[in-house]
């Protein structure tokens, strides 16, 4: 993946996606790589990423580890918590061969 002006490198190993890469965002997106596996990084992954932080309840950001990559909902390697109150349960956070 090539640098992309809308996503921050915050460190050696954080990307930030930034409120607004998607309508609709609540949070920002928070990605776990470093530069070397950023190179391996989908665009798709990426914005799975920003939709999973347009979801109701979620609380500070919408995560995703090194191993990052499409999965069906969620990218796989993504973590989000939900608040009990206003939040969802979603099967594809969890991986639906898992679930």
């Known amino acids: 993946m090539a640098e992309r002006p809308d996503i921050k490198r915050l460190d050696d190993n954080t990307l ?10 609540r949070v920002k997106g928070l990605i776990y790589v470093d530069r070397q596996l950023q190179e391996y990084l989908e665009v ?18 919408s995560l995703a ?9 969620f ?13 969802i349960i979603s099967p594809g956070g969890v991986g639906y061969d898992i679930n």
């Open 16 to 25: 930030e996606v930034p409120i607004g890469y998607i309508d609709g965002m």
């Open 44 to 61: 798709e992954a990426i914005r799975q990423v920003a939709n999973v932080a347009t979801l109701p309840g979620i609380v500070k950001w």
């Open 75 to 87: 990218a796989i390697g993504g973590v989000a918590a939900f608040d009990i109150k206003n939040g």
């Open 65 to 73: 580890m090194p191993d990052i990559h499409t999965g069906y909902g």
